[in-house]
T-cell receptor
Framework: GAGVSQSPSNKVTEKGKDVELRCDPI?????LYWYRQRLGQGLEFLIY????????KSGLPSDRFSAERTGESVSTLTIQRTQQEDSAVYLC??????????????FGSGTQLSVL | RKEVEQDPGPFNVPEGATVAFNCTYS??????FFWYRQDCRKEPKLLMS???SGNEDGRFTAQLNRASQYISLLIRDSKLSDSATYLC?????????FGDGTTLTVKP
């Protein structure tokens, strides 16, 4: 596709359930990022992939959060045993990464997660 | 201390005004710097990169001071359409860290 695609766009779940969020980056983009944005707040870094590897997982809030990337393409962010404080917009971004001028982040429209 | 800090505002200015936003960062080894714009309920989009020599794009001027670990964005002749949240972004070792943003409202 032409841009970064995220699915679902909205997810309502019950506390304690597991959820899986998907990100399809722009074809050829080697770097992929996940951020979380709570209502009225800034972007909170979660995890970063270079290819299929995650050099920096420092932002994952707890062991309930995990992410993987396969084929240097699609990434999934999984949240186990969801809590109400997990409610937020989860944003995915991708970039060409290497070299000046290729660092621009292209964002998807996000997944709005609501935990009841 | 946060890695990237911005004055949250809000900044409320009349059309035609000049407004400046500041951002400081804590990691002196940071490599790249950017300003992004985020409209309400939308995803962030790149406004401009920031270079030590300073750079200008129309009404927008960005400046970087590595010694003071400080980034600025100047908007001249503000338009109603400039109303948004402006996010300072600092990159190190592949990781892009966002400030919490400064909200600008331009009024007629």
């Amino acid at each position: 596709g032409a841009g970064v695609s995220q699915s679902p766009s909205n997810k309502v779940t019950e506390k304690g359930k597991d959820v899986e969020l998907r990100c399809d980056p722009i074809s050829g983009h080697t770097a992929l990022y996940w951020y979380r944005q709570r209502l009225g707040q800034g972007l909170e870094f979660l995890i970063y992939f270079q290819g299929n590897s995650a050099p920096d997982k420092s932002g994952l809030p707890s062991d309930r959060f995990s992410a993987e990337r396969t084929g240097e393409s699609v990434s999934t962010l999984t949240i186990q045993r969801t809590q109400q404080e997990d409610s937020a917009v989860y944003l995915c971004a991708s970039s060409l990464e290497q070299g000046a001028g290729n660092e621009k982040l292209f964002f998807g429209s996000g997944t709005q997660l609501s935990v009841l | 201390r946060k890695e990237v800090e911005q004055d949250p505002g809000p900044f409320n200015v009349p059309e035609g005004a000049t407004v400046a936003f500041n951002c400081t960062y804590s990691n002196s080894a940071s490599q790249s710097f950017f300003w992004y714009r985020q409209d309400c309920r939308k995803e962030p989009k790149l406004l401009m990169s920031v270079y030590s020599s300073g750079n200008e794009d129309g009404r927008f001027t960005a400046q970087l001071n590595r010694a003071s670990q400080y980034i600025s964005l100047l908007i001249r002749d503000s338009k109603l359409s400039d109303s948004a949240t402006y996010l300072c972004v600092v990159k190190y070792a592949g990781k892009s860290t966002f400030g919490d943003g400064t909200t600008l409202t331009v009024k007629p």
